[in-house]
């Protein structure tokens, strides 16, 4: 996995306080950011107001945060930048209220998040990089390759971000967007946990989801964390052949050990993971397919998302009829696992993962890739 080193440093058994002149404040989770004050001698309370300005109130400055000296405000603008997304698109649905956000860092890299109304809830789908070295076959954001990871910040502020624009709270994050969460580890937990804190955007840790496409040591080491954070894992088949034909990158990670390291999480843990499932017709919604699904979630703690595939102008996949995923419902059910079908949303506005970026590509000519 390539990684630019900058935007990296957070705290973890790996992290370091980023240099001064070297790191945006979006490089920092609370740690890292507590420690580098602490090497400054400020006092260890301007953490929580920084943070309470950044994420609560969407301070675009540090002139904003009167609270703080104004040497101080000197200080970290010189040493520790501020930067805010721009808002480089934004799409809303029709159909069901579902807003697409094209985010424009400061670097020049683009990202995108969803936001996803229903009710009183409002869901975050957020990115953890820009681009995606993992290839899935389906996926229009592994079409166009890796750009870097981002910073704990810069996830925590697609969802600030998010909810300001729907100017309600927002109750539930899934790491789903861009990227592969545990390809940065680090920041991605980084980026969890502000989102958790109640000084930033005080989200209940068990309504933050971290998804992965089954790196195996990612499920041990989040196994391991203190906090109740959701996992979901990216199975979409059961059968090796067809995995890895649509999740390349995990070739060298047998099924049998994925279950393994499932099963160790759920041990450790109590908690059940979800297993998405993109049904893509002709490709994993056979009924070969459908029984090796069977096998593989007898006796597992886990929930079984069907999410028949988005179309996509980029990648040359259909989904199966609606009744193909009914039979696999009544298939999963029958053999005593949970199983639902993932309500499509956003169709009109390009809502799956890649999409808008790379829309954005062809028809502007810059795509994700860094202009400077
Ligand atoms: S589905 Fe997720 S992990 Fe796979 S290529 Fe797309 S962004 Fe990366």
């Not at 920092?28 to 602490?38: K, N, Q, S, V």
């Not at 956003?346 to 890649?354: F, L, V």
Request: with cysteine; net charge negative; aromatic share 6%.
């Amino acid at each position: 996995m390539r990684s630019t080193g900058r935007l990296s440093k957070t705290s973890g058994e790996s992290g370091n306080t980023p240099a001064p002149n070297d790191a945006p404040l979006t490089a920092f989770d609370r740690t890292a950011l507590e420690r580098w004050l602490a090497t400054e001698e400020i006092p260890p309370y301007r953490c929580g107001q920084i943070l309470r300005w950044t994420y609560q109130r969407g301070a675009t400055s540090y002139e904003q945060m009167t609270d703080l000296p104004a040497a101080l405000r000197q200080e970290l603008a010189s040493r520790v930048p501020l930067h805010v997304p721009e808002l480089e698109e934004r799409l809303v649905s029709a159909l069901d209220g579902t807003r697409r956000y094209l985010w424009r860092l400061s670097d020049g890299v683009t990202v995108e998040s969803v936001g996803l109304p229903a009710g009183d809830r409002l869901t975050v789908c957020f990115s953890t990089q820009a681009g995606c070295a993992m290839g899935c076959a389906f996926c229009a954001t592994g079409e166009g390759g890796f750009v870097r990871d981002l910073g704990p910040g810069e996830m925590a502020q697609q969802v600030m971000l998010v909810g300001a624009d729907f100017g309600q709270r927002v109750t539930n994050a899934v790491a789903m967007g861009q990227g592969e969460p545990f390809a940065a580890y680090e920041a991605s937990l980084g980026g969890l946990r502000l989102m958790n804190d109640p000084d930033a955007l005080g989200i209940g840790a068990r309504h933050l989801t971290i998804s992965t496409c089954g790196i195996i040591g990612g499920i041990d080491r989040l196994a391991s964390e203190p906090e109740q954070f959701t996992l979901a894992v990216s199975l979409h088949s059961a059968r090796q052949a067809t995995r890895d034909r649509l999740v390349p990158a995990m070739r060298n990670q047998s099924l049998p050990r994925l279950r393994e390291a499932l099963v160790r999480y759920t041990g450790k843990t109590g908690r059940r993971p979800s297993l998405e499932y993109a049904l893509v017709a002709g490709v994993n919604d056979s009924p070969d397919e459908l029984d090796a699904l069977v096998e593989f979630c007898r006796g597992l703690l886990c929930h079984v998302n069907l999410i028949p595939v988005n179309p996509s102008t980029n990648v040359p996949f259909d989904r199966p009829p609606l009744d193909r995923a009914k039979e696999f419902v009544i298939e999963l059910q029958r053999s005593g696992t949970e199983v639902s079908i993932r309500s499509e949303r956003g169709s009109d506005i390009e809502a799956a993962c890649g999409q808008l970026t790379q829309r954005h590509a062809s028809s502007s000519g810059r795509g994700a890739a860094p202009s400077a």
